[in-house]
């Protein structure tokens, strides 16, 4: 057993930001997809939920949730179902968090290789679980997709939080100097806080 993969979710419809392909708008000059991905270049498998851009300057992996718009739990069961068995952990991140950085997720990682928790993601000053912004030990992810399948009878519209409920997970605070990096883009003026953030 070993190795890391990472699961980027980029099928979402941003309702909120006109129905714009957000993964795909720009924040410093490269796509917020782009930003993620580099952020976890040492992950292979790099497996995108969603439409991959045919311009995306690294290889992916891609697929589709099955049926289209099921949600990211769907989501999540279609990225882990091209993970490899023999692969450890795996990040679970959205694809809009530009300013998500290889050290960002470092610390996930190293937390989940020293605790007996199953996964790790960063909690906020207001103490919410950013859910979308960790790491995991993959069998643990896929045994607590499997359990709310088996519970649910299917996964269409299931959320991020009805999945943590089978999970052990460790919180972990950002200390250091600069933007967060959960910081996620729902809006316009999301999109302009990153890009001032990420001059």
């Given amino acids: 057993m070993g190795g890391f993969a990472a699961v980027v979710l980029a099928g979402g419809a941003a309702r909120r930001m006109g129905g714009a392909d957000k993964p795909t708008l720009p924040v410093g ?3 917020m997809l782009t930003r993620v991905l580099a ?3 040492d992950a292979d498998p790099r497996i995108v939920v969603g439409p991959v851009p045919p311009d ?6 891609s697929t589709r949730e099955q049926p289209l718009g099921g949600g990211p739990v769907a989501a999540t069961a279609a990225g882990l179902a091209l993970v490899p068995d023999d ?3 795996t990040a679970l991140l959205a694809a ?3 300013l998500l950085t290889g050290e960002a997720i470092d610390v996930l990682r190293l937390t989940v290789e020293s605790s007996p928790m199953q996964g790790a993601v960063y909690r906020d000053a207001e103490g919410r679980r950013q859910m979308l912004c960790g790491v995991w ?3 643990a992810l896929r045994g607590a997709v499997t359990r709310l399948l088996e519970e649910r009878g299917d996964l269409h519209g299931a959320s991020v939080r009805e999945l943590m409920e089978f999970l052990r997970v460790a919180e972990v605070s950002w200390r250091r100097p600069g933007p ?3 910081f996620d883009c729902d809006t316009d003026d999301d999109l302009r806080t990153a890009e001032e953030w990420a001059r």
Avoid: E
């Fill in 29 to 31: 000059g490269q796509s």
């Fill in 39 to 41: 952020a976890v270049h």
């Fill in 56 to 61: 995306l300057p690294v290889p992916v992996h």
């Fill in 87 to 89: 692969i450890t952990y």
């Fill in 96 to 98: 809009d968090l530009p």
């Fill in 137 to 139: 030990r993959t069998a």
């Fill in 180 to 182: 967060p990096p959960w």
